[in-house]
């Protein structure tokens, strides 16, 4: 069964600190994806970035960057100089797959970002 | 703006009604997923349905019922509802596409905040 651990529940910075929010998966699938979302306070999940099991190289988009071991089986994701728009929850999900021909995400319990001016 | 639409916003009830939740997924996605967002149990997996057919279940109670229409539109039934009830419902769509490979990431809607008092 795949599960989601994001150990952090609230992480609260300063305006222009660097942040890492943690994510650890467990799959016994050699295939699967992983995902980052975001969930401003307007309520909306939005879509950050995807990750499939194969590809491990890390990626940097903007102020935003993610760090994917399979020898940890974590998927981390760093906001650098971060900004108080930043603050929202952030989910990370795993997809293991396909099952039944579907894949289903399975998300952490999100870790809340607070970012103060 | 996802392209999601989920009505309505908020839906205020009492123990023992029935509701019906609706959701338009993106122009073009055959796949359409609900989840459950609450305190206690994070986002937790629903139902999911792909082109009129159910394709994956998740904690979904007996109580609960979801269809999806010839034009793709999608409906949630709660019914005989309890206090636990009370959550934010969300709609997400895919452009997965049925013996692909990929694993496509899911548009959400704004969700229907459920209160049931």
């Known amino acids: 069964a795949q599960k989601v651990t994001q150990a952090q529940t609230e992480i609260s910075v300063v305006e222009k600190e660097d942040v890492t929010l943690d994510c650890v998966y467990e799959?016994?699938?050699?295939?699967?994806?992983l995902f980052w979302y975001k969930q401003p306070p307007s309520g909306e999940l939005v879509f950050l970035i995807r990750?499939?099991?194969?590809?491990?190289q890390n990626e940097i988009s903007g102020r935003y960057s993610w760090n994917f071991q399979k020898s940890t089986s974590s998927f981390n994701f760093t906001i650098t100089a971060s900004q108080v728009v930043d603050s929202a929850v952030y989910f990370c999900?795993?997809?293991?797959?396909?099952?039944?021909?579907?894949?289903?995400?399975?998300f952490g319990r999100g870790t809340s970002l607070i970012v103060h001016p | 703006d996802s392209g999601v639409t989920q009505t309505p916003k908020h839906l205020i009830t009492a123990t023992g009604q029935r509701v019906t939740l609706r959701c338009s997924p993106r122009?073009?996605?055959?796949?359409v997923y609900w989840y459950q967002q609450s305190l206690d149990q994070g986002l937790q997996f629903l139902i999911q349905?792909?082109?009129?057919?159910?394709?994956a279940k998740g904690n979904i109670l007996e109580r609960f019922s979801a269809q999806q229409f010839p034009d793709l539109h999608s409906e949630l039934n709660l019914s005989s509802l309890e206090l636990g009830d009370s959550a934010l419902y969300f709609c997400?769509?895919?452009?997965?596409?049925?013996?692909?490979?990929?694993?496509?990431?899911?548009?959400f809607g704004s969700g229907t905040q459920l209160s049931v008092l």
């Open positions: 997400a769509s895919s452009p997965y596409r049925l013996g692909t490979a990929t694993n496509e990431k899911l548009f």
């Open positions: 999900a795993l997809s293991e797959g396909p099952s039944g021909g579907s894949y289903i995400p399975t």
């Open positions: 122009s073009g996605d055959l796949s």
């Open positions: 990750r499939n099991s194969f590809d491990e």
């Open positions: 799959t016994r699938d050699t295939t699967y994806y």
């Open positions: 349905y792909y082109n009129g057919e159910e394709r």
